[in-house]
């Protein structure tokens, strides 16, 4: 169409210039505009690499469609993560939960994760991404039935196991499904379709929270919810396309070439090129084991070493506390009642939101690297800043979540030493993960036995600091939420659907979520305990610190790979090394120069204009 067009353009320039061939200068004239028409088709009219041109918006209907489907499960992925923050407050004086069984609550979904990190990228490179995604939203259903109707301690940790699985699942099949039916100029918006999911997810998370917080067992209700999505998404999934690629991997090539006529428009000259891409990289890359996927073929370690960095340093630079622990940081900030921290939590929900927008909006034009090094270094700082602030108002803070979590709905009162005790209805005690129904006599016994070595002290009073530190501390948590929002939550997911060759990208992913979701257990069941050790304030000093060497390992290792297609970033790594594209990186900072001056020569290595990708270190 764009040639049509020119070729128009140049008839009519044609008779304009046979009827002034005597004029030379008018003859230099038309040349020009000729030039000048050309280059303005050229910028109206994008031109992929491949000489095909691409597409003004982001794709067709059915692109866009499926893409915001299969972000659903982001909406759950976000939900199922923020809901325990406010369900939690509950659950900890209605099931008499000390911190330990708190952090068991909220870290039994990240063992259920790592279970489906570990199976999952098999079912999904087996079955495909498509009927992947449709079983999950079935496990989503059960494990909100479950949670929802849960009589007991251990039913909670089951429904929360369930929805680890599912969340782990959906993290991976639904980014690779949305990059692989994704036009390259556009995939990093559509890939960050997924993350603004779970950034509303969590959103609509806090909002519940906040909306049952004070209602008489809320927490079944805020569980319960997430069955809505998932039947939505799983009936949805029924007619959308399988990927392509997945299709072109299994022989199908007939119906890859269909799927990708419906999601290019019908372009026919435009999906034979793209398809035989697709076939030739598919060719070119070898079939790897599971243990080929730490080998240095295909240069798989390169590729393992910056997808395992990026996940780790999204989980120690300290967002999961946030995520899981946010209304308990604000009541230890300064806000006194559970129902005004759910609502701040509130607050960050709407940053986060607002922030994936900006980068959907923008991760195409300027690119991964750029989002990943700002929000790094301001994560870094507002941590900072919040342990500075914490440390200057630690002596006026009175809250302790562990000491305050040990409550129960009910009292008895010990008429021999003439103090209250807490008692429940059904009062249990958990020993080697098995739950016991106490009588009231036998709960005396043992509360007497657990509870009270040193004589009892008066009622735990809250004393906070002033309206400005409040002010100050809020503030800096914003800001840290609001890096997070634009660089490790959306760009560390979109990153890792980019570099691993197709035929393994669902086992690659899952093994870099494997140690995504094993460290964010570490960190949540560590986190309680650790501000009960050291203190708020040295806690957010720590990850600020991981923050700074999360922000050295970026600069080095990570790749840019915006605007190009699956198949050229899959290229490039093969022959990228990592001691080449560190060095390369290094000599930017002439840092990696000898001491003469003289410049490092790197294979194949020369000078250019742009430094937006890796391609030119390579």
Known sequence: MAADMLEEEEVLLSKDSALNLSDSEDDSAIKSTKIELQECHLRSVPVEED?????????????????????????????????????????????????????MVISAMLM????????????????????????????FLLGAIVLGLSPNYPSLIVGRLLLGFAVSLSATGECIYISEIAPPKKRGQLVSLNELGITLGLLLAYLVNYLFINVTEG?????????????????????????????????????????LLKLRDGRKMQVHRELEKIKSSLSNEKEHSGLGLLSSS?????????GAGLVFFQQCTGQPNVLYYAPTIFEGIGFESDSAATLATVGLGCVKVVM?????????????????????????VSLLLLGI??????????????????????????????????????????????????????????????????????????????TLGKIAAFTSLMLYVAAFGFSFGPVSWLILSEIFPASVRGRAISLATVLNWGTNLVVSLTFLNIIENIGVSWTFVMFSIVCAVSVIFIFFVVPETRGKSLEQISKELNNRSL??????YCKRLHCCNPLTGSPIKLPNYHRVQSTDSFNEIS
């Open 51 to 103: 000489g095909i041109p691409s597409q003004n918006s982001c794709g067709s209907i059915h692109v866009v469609f499926a893409s915001i489907m299969a972000s659903l499960g982001g909406v759950l992925f976000g939900y199922d993560i923020g809901i325990i923050s406010g369900a939690v407050l509950q659950l900890r004086d209605e099931f008499c939960l000390s911190c330990s069984f708190q952090e």
């Open 219 to 259: 927490w079944r209700y805020m569980f319960g919810l997430s069955a809505i999505p998932a039947a939505i998404q799983g009936v949805g999934m029924f007619f959308l396309p399988k990927s392509p690629r997945f299709l072109a991997l299994t022989g199908k090539d007939a119906e890859a070439e269909e799927v």
């Open 112 to 139: 259920g994760a790592i279970a489906g990190s570990l199976i999952g990228g098999f079912l999904i490179d087996k079955y495909g991404r498509r009927l992947t995604i449709i079983v999950n939203t079935v496990v």
């Open 356 to 380: 994936t927008v900006i980068t959907l909006c923008c991760v195409d034009k300027w690119g991964r690297r750029r989002f990943l090094l700002t929000g790094a270094t301001l994560m870094g």
């Open 579 to 584: 001691k080449s594209g560190i060095c390369a």
């Open 389 to 466: 602030i914490s440390h200057l108002n630690d002596h006026v803070y009175g809250s302790n979540p562990c000491q305050e979590s040990v409550q129960c709905t009910q009292a008895a009162t010990d008429l021999t030493n003439n103090f209250t005790i807490p008692y429940s209805t059904t009062p249990q005690v958990f020993i080697a993960n098995e739950s016991y129904t106490l009588s009231e006599a036998e709960w005396l016994s043992y509360y007497m036995d657990n509870y009270t070595a040193a004589p009892p002290e008066e009622p735990h009073v809250h004393i906070h600091g002033s």
């Open 298 to 306: 295909d240069n798989m370690r390169g590729r393992m070493f910056i």
